[in-house]
């Protein structure tokens, strides 16, 4: 990995982590001066965990599907498309040898 992705993954993490920090440290203060009841806290905690866990998802499917755009458009086949071809090129073989 280069040295310049390394640092934006980093830096990328760095500021999840911290906005979590944040966030966390503001729900507290918020049960703390009674704003929200403790079970509220853990309700607002866990739907911004959900929403970054679609997020999240959201963004492996997109990646998932560009990589395999580009490799289309390099020529390779999938392995669902290998396999089809493999069956295939099996019962030609079997046609053939049976004769």
Same mark, same amino acid.
């Given at each position: 990995?280069?040295?310049?992705?390394? *640092? %934006?993954?980093?830096?990328?993490?760095?500021?999840a982590?911290?906005g #979590?920090? &944040?966030f966390?440290?503001?729900?507290? $203060?918020?049960?703390?001066h009674?704003d929200?009841?403790?079970?509220?806290?853990?309700?607002m905690?866990n739907?911004?965990?959900? *929403? %970054?866990?679609?997020?999240d998802?959201?963004?492996?499917?997109?990646? #998932?599907? &560009?990589f395999?755009?580009?490799?289309k $458009?390099?020529?390779?086949?999938?392995?669902?498309?290998?396999?089809?071809?493999?069956?295939r090129?099996?019962?030609?073989?079997?046609?053939?040898?049976?004769?």
């Open positions: 990995m280069s040295d310049l992705l390394k *640092k %934006g993954f980093h830096l990328g993490l760095g500021a982590i911290s #979590k920090e &944040k966390e440290k503001m729900v507290n $203060e918020m049960v703390k009674g929200v009841s403790p079970s509220q806290a853990k309700t905690i739907s911004w965990i959900s *929403k %970054g866990e679609n997020v998802k959201e963004w492996s499917d997109h990646s #998932k599907a &560009k395999q755009d580009r490799m $458009e390099l020529g390779f086949v999938s392995k669902e498309e290998y396999e089809l071809l493999e069956a090129i099996q019962r030609l073989e079997n046609l053939y040898n049976q004769r």
